[in-house]
Structures are given as structure tokens and as C-alpha cells.
């Protein structure tokens, strides 16, 4: 069911509260905190420019790090309100704090159009208790709430969930909206051929999504550490490849149920192998090499990215699909030896134009931009962790606490 959105209402001369996501990267450069990455902050744009035009008085607030109920001034937000007055071309004030006097004198003197970004949410331990004295705090900010922060819709917070109870008129943004679109009706009713591309350390993480995603599926491929955990379900050597052995009985229902549901369900037929990875200088020691196909990873080596025949075999596949969606990458791919294989897949994905392609967040997405195919592809998840439970088909308390459209 759709959501309502902020289409769907009365804005002009509106308190608007909008939850975005700027948990942002920050690096400290001359003693001063400087946002290394500021696509989340970008990606808010389309619905502030909007409040802006409809004439709404726009309060933002969001979440940064994990500052534990405490001030910490490496953890503002006032950075983000730099970096989005610079992106919209005008100003954008900074509250010194989220709810109390300060905040509330902040709400009630906005004019219609003006923007202000309300001090980090965190700084209070009541936003992650969802408590509702604190939701109601937040509440009296605002005439409108809007949610647009799909990253932390997962969460059920008073930013997220709880200030909902109490603003009459809840909607989302624009942001979230295109996440339920492709991550939701994309994927229900997709377009086939439907090929998969599960990669990452854990079957645990993903072993949920695999379940739900073989009911829907045609083609499921499997790379990174987790596929060493299927070759050990399969009775295949792995050496010292990560995996986790504790989840072997869990692999082998995936791979009967694909089974049973005729869904083709690829494991790497050859690996790019190291004996040491140094992850503080990215290399590898003494250096990697390829198994042929059906080699087993010998004692003392550990597999770390997928070989040219996976490669191969997998982009076959993702050449003739309809639709893709990718969470997770193919190998280490942080360090530049063993990134071959995630580079591949990206600009395979990336090749096939008459596909909707769907990036499930995560290092899908660092992958995506390191390889530069991100302007290629058809959406890309700002959600890490909220766009894996929305794929397992969980309820995201972010999501509803919004009404659906009649």
C-alpha cells in the first residue's frame, strides 16, 4: 500500500519536521570536522526543495554516530548544516539543540521557506528509548512530520516512530518514497528474468533475505565469504577462507529449496586466493593467485574475491536479466588485489541498460562508486541495515508510522 506523501498535503506556512539521515562520515582536517561523503546529504535535496516552493517552515533533525546521550562536538550536526546551505545556495540555520527552549523558539520564529537543522538527536538517550516524553518534545515542534530517512527507518525511535503518536498530519518524503518503489514494488512484481547478486561476509546476515528472495527470484548469485560457507555445505575445501561453519545444516536448505522452487542458484566456480591480507596497508602478502574451476582453496590459503570464470559466468547471466538487484560485494574488495571480481560484477550491472537495476546499500554501493558505474544504474539504497530487513520482508517502524493513502 502507498504512503501518503508530501504531495498529498497542506504545506505552506506548515511547521515541517523532517526526519533526513545525515549520519555522515566526518574526518577531522585542521582541528576543524569535515564531511568526507555527503551523498546522504545530497539525496535530501528533491524533497527540501520542495517544502521550500510549497512556502513550509522546515525544521530538519537526524541522528550522527553514537555520541551515547553525551555532547560531544566531533559529533554535531553543524557540519551538515554548512554542507546543505552550500548545496541548496542559501541559508540553512543551525539549532543548538533538538527539543526544549531553544529548539521550540527556533520552530515558532521560521519563516515560510526557511530552513534549520536542529543539533544531533543522539545527544539524548530518550530518541534511541523511543521515549515518549521525548517524542512528545519533538511533537511540539511541529504541525507536519515527514519521514525521509529510509537508513533509520528501521529503527523504532522517537525521531522515527514515536513523534508520530503525536503530529496530526505525517507524511514521507521524496527520498523514502523512491526506496518503497524500488526496493518494494520493483521487487514484488519484477520484470524476468529476476537475477540476485548476494555477496558479503555472512549467510547469517543475508540467510533471511535468500529465503524470501527464492520465492521471487529466477537466478541467485553468491559471492564473498559467504559462498565459502555453501562450498563447506557442499563438502568443498576452503583452507582458512572465512566462513562459518555453525551455519552449514542453514546453507543446505537454501540450496534445496532452490531447488525445489527451480530457482538457479550459482556458487564462484574458481577464486582469487592470498595466504595474508595487511588491511592497514591494503595489500596482500606474498601475493595472491587464481585456482582453476573446481579447485579446492588449499590449507593456510583463504579465498578473498571470485576468478575470471565466476566473473564470466555471472555476467552472463546478469546480461540477460530484466531485472537486478546486488547487496553485498564479490570479494575484500577494499583492498585493490582482491577487488577485480566486485569491479567486474558493478560494470556488468552496469552494461545492462535495458534492466532495472537495484543496489541494496551497504559496500554495494562504495562498490558501485569506486568502480564509477553509479550514474549507470538504476537506483541506488541510501538503507544499509534498513534496506536488508525490508528485503526480509520485516515491518519497518519508520515506515509505519506513516499512514497509508486511502
Partial sequence: MAKITI?????KGKRVLVRVDYNVPLQEKDGVQVITNDTRIKETLPTIKYLVEQGARIL???????????????QSLAPAAAKLSELLGKPVKFIGDCVGEVAEKAAAELKDGEIALLENLRYYDQEEANDDAFSQKLARLADVYVN???????????????????????????LMEKELRYLGEEL??????????????????????????????????????????????????????????????????????????????????????????DFKAKTVAPGGKYLKPGEGVPDGWQGVDIGPETVQLYSTEVATAKTILWNGPMGVFEVPEC???????????????????????????AAVKKAKVADKVSFISTGGGASLEFLEGRELPGVASIPDKK
Avoid: W
Fill in 7 to 11: 504531495r498529498d498535503i497542506p504545506l
Fill in 148 to 174: 525521509d530517512a529510509f537508513g533509520a527507518a528501521h529503527r523504532a525511535h522517537s525521531s522515527t516512530a514515536g513523534v508520530a503518536k503525536y503530529v496530526p498530519v505525517r507524511a514521507i518524503g521524496f
Fill in 339 to 365: 577487488a577485480k571480481g566486485t569491479f567486474a560484477i558493478a560494470e556488468a550491472i552496469a552494461k545492462n541498460t535495458g534492466a532495472v537495476s537495484i543496489i541494496g546499500g551497504g559496500d554495494s554501493v
Fill in 60 to 74: 530538519l533533525c537526524a541522528h550522527l554516530g553514537r555520541p551515547k546521550g553525551k555532547r560531544d562536538p566531533k
Fill in 188 to 277: 514484488d512484481k519484477p520484470k524476468r528474468p529476476f537475477v540476485v547478486i548476494l555477496g558479503g561476509a555472512k549467510v547469517s546476515d543475508k540467510i533471511k533475505v535468500i529465503d524470501r528472495l527464492l520465492d521471487k527470484a529466477d537466478t541467485i548469485l553468491i559471492g564473498g565469504a559467504m559462498a565459502y560457507t555453501f562450498s563447506l555445505a557442499l563438502g568443498k575445501k576452503i583452507g582458512n577462507s572465512l566462513s562459518e561453519p555453525d551455519k552449514i545444516e542453514t546453507a543446505k536448505l537454501a540450496l534445496a529449496k532452490a531447488k525445489e522452487k527451480g530457482v538457479k542458484f550459482l556458487l564462484p566456480v574458481d577464486d582469487y586466493i592470498v595466504e595474508q591480507i
